[in-house]
Every structure is written in C-alpha cells, then in structure tokens.
C-alpha cells in the first residue's frame, strides 16, 4: 500500500503544473490541495482493480491520478464557506483559509479540468478507449452522479431520511469508488463480466467506507459546526455496524473469482471495516 | 445567425438534465444558468469554423454545446460574490442570487463536468477524434487557459499594467474562442493549415472582443462595483477602439483562404468592431 501511495504521489505531482508556474498562485493552491494528500485511496483502488482484472497497473496510471485529481476538487469545493465551512482538513488550513474563497473555487475548477485532461493522455496507441474513460468519469461526478449527492447533502442535513442517506451514500461517496475500478478495469481492456463484478465490489465498499466515516465521526467531538448528514441519524451505531459489515461481505463476494490478483482489493476492504471492529 | 442560435439552443437543452431530474433544485439551477441564455457566440463560432473548413455545422454540434457549457460555467463562477460579486446577468438575478451559493458552485461544477461529458459523445464512429477535443478544451480552460486569465484578472484589477491585460485578454477569452473554432475544425477534420488559420482568426477575434467589452462597458454606469480590469487602465478609448480594428483586420486575413465558406465568420467579426464604431 505505502509503495502503490509513493507511486502515485509521484504520478499526481507529475501531473500537476511545475511550482512556480503562472498564475503562482493558481498553482501554489492547486498542487497545496493535492500534495502530500491522504490515504490515496481511489486511486490505489483503480491500480488493483487493473491487476485484479489480470491487467498492469501501470496501464492504469493516468485513469488513477485523474480519480484522484477529481476528488482532490471535490474536497476543495466542499470544504467552501457556502459548503460545509471546514478550516482544517488533515490538520493544515483548507484551500480557502489559505489562498481566499476565489483561488479556492478556480483551483477546484482547474483540478477538475486537469482531470479530463490527464485522461485525455491515457494510452495515446488506443485513442477509442479515452471516450469510455472521460464519459465515465464525467457520469460518475456529474449532477446525477457526485454532485448531485453533494446537493442533496446540503439539502438533507437537517431533516436526515433513510431515503437521503441512501441517495447521498449512493452518489456523493459510492459512485466515485466505482469509477475508479472501472476506469482501472476499463484501462487494461477488461471483459464485461469483470468490469460488472468490480463495480459491484467498489459499489458496496463506498457505501461501508461512508457508514463507517460516519462511525468514526461520530466519536470525534464536533461540536458547533454545521450538522452533517449521518446515517447515524437514521440508525443505532449498532445497526451501522452491522450494515457496514454485510456490504463488506458482499463486496468481498463480488470478487472471488475475477482474473487477476484480488488479495489487494479484498485486503483494502477489511482494512477499511476494520476501522470500526 | 438567429437560425444557428435556435439550433444551440434545441441541442444544449437535450444536453441538460431534463427538468425535475433529481437533485432538481441542481437540475433547474443548471437550466437556468444555461437557457435561454446570450448570443450563444462561442457556439456559433464552433459551427461557423466547421464549415469554413469544409464541413457539415452538424458534425460540430456536440462540441459546440460542449463549449457553450463550458463558458455558462465560467459565468456561474465568475459572478460568485467571491469573485466579481454580480447580481444580475442579463437583466435576470444571477445562479447564486436564485439558488444560493452552494447550488451555484456545484451547478458550475456541474456543467463543466457536462461540457466533457457531451465531448466524449461526439462522433461515436471515429472514437480517436474525442481525445484530442477533451484535451484541447480541457488545455484551453484550465489552469494556463481561462481560468488562469482569471485568477491574473482578480489579482491585476487593482494595480493594472499592460502585460497583465495582455495575459487576461489572451487566456480569460481569447483562449475560449480559440478553443471553439478550433474544436469545430477538428471534428470535421480540418487540415492543419486550416486548423491554424481558423486559431489565429479566433484568437484575434477574442481580443477584439474583450477590447471591445471594455469601450462598451465603460459607457455604462458602474458606481460601486468592484474594479474590474480593463484595458481603458492603460489606454485611450481611441487607442483602444484602433487595437481592436487592427486585431479584426488581422483575423479576417487569417481566414481569406480556407476551403469552405468563410463568410459567416468574416461577418461575426465585423459586427463585433461595428459595436464600437
């Protein structure tokens, strides 16, 4: 795992444009939203999914730094005053406390850009792939994909629904994971049935990422900030457990016979459900 | 001219979400950022350059839209009261006005994502043709294209020079129109002399207009807004007024010999100058 994050560290870095390029603080803002970053989940997901479709991950290189450049943006956007009004994510000021409010929207914009671009790079001796590639990904976090669970977030918070946790969990959280594994899967030319059966895997491990993300929360102190939608709201820690746990299983399931290695993928899922156990 | 308008206008409304698809408040905050709208110029010019270049505006209706959207966004974006702080756009309260900011934020998110969505649809039969449009729009509005021209226009407005309108002029604009004849080209498969004497007409052609923008602009009363760059900072209005017939006099040069009919594009840039004339 740390080796697959130092790959794509390297890979993103590449990616981004050079310290110093202008407009300098455009890119000061872009590279400070992306570098050192997280756990690089996404996109050691689309770099297993391609191995675990029987593919190299290398393939899968750029399809991995556009999922991650994506979500880079969306954090940035969601972190905003007129979002979730966050001024620390891992410990250092967001985006918008550091640059202003301005450099913050037009580096999420630039970063979601850099996306498509990136993509549009992928495999310069298979060009027709490149249409699968950018029209999943742009499905995946479009109006009916993440940012409309990011709308119905904000709008849901305050009056939490089963219903509006199942759409948020679904859109905002789940169907960026199942791009990624496609966009892997897509990347090394994987079959149909393959593809299918990632998704399924990366769908059910979105949702148990976020009903323990909420898990989690919830035994963090949070007070005086905006609520948040949890599906804590519409359900004992108990029931979310167990929730997180069936998904698991059944994602674990979804993989159990694909072509390639699969001990990669099923490992990041018992990590993640572990966080909670 | 009225006729390509309605033709846009009948394709980005099939491009959009259709009205009450969830999450709606998104859906009609999309709508309504992008219809009825304005003179819908970077489209035209997109099917305007198809077939100066010898081919059928149909082939380049995809690309059109997707330029259009991707200029709708630039709007959302830049009226943000973070940004230029407007609060009527054609005579209409502006996306944040009606909706918000954070539906205005993710709706501009949203239609950016959806200008690449609508590129990977174009010319589903020649799939190597959709790589080199993503990357040529997604060059042309990101970080070194208009949203840099943004940022440097935030940044230079109080203390302006004239590198900085040369930088803002070129990127903020002038790299959108650029982008609009030359995916218009490119999806009829344009020559490469073609491809670049369509991109120095556009390109001259952007310039005009933001020249053209600012004589206009500095006519209306603007008490209490925010400065804004413009190129009346460092010149005279008839210097300005000269830049700019001198900027259409050498676009129109550039497209005296292309292999279809270019006159509707000669006649876009002469109603542009005769705005100031």
Redesign the interface.
Known sequence: MSERKAFIEARLSACL?PPG???E???DA?RYAVMPGGKRLRAILCLAAAEAAGGRAEDAAHAACAVELLHA?TLV?DD?P??DDDVLRRGLPTVHVKY????A??A???L???A??V???THEAR??M???L??E???A????GV??G???D??SAAAPTRAAID?VFQHKTADLFRAAVRLGAIAVQASDETLENLSLFANGLGLAFQVTDDILDASESKSGEKPELSCLDVMSEAEARAWARQLTCAARAAIADLPGDASPLATIADRLLSRVE
């Open positions: 444009p390029a202008r407009p603080r455009l890119t872009m943006y956007h905003l007129c979002m202003g409010e301005a450099v929207v037009l999420g914009d630039a979601l850009t850099l498509f671009e993509l549009a790079r060009p027709g490149i249409a699968r950018v029209s990904l742009a499905v976090a479009g109006a009916a940012i409309g990011q709308v119905e904000i709008a759409y």
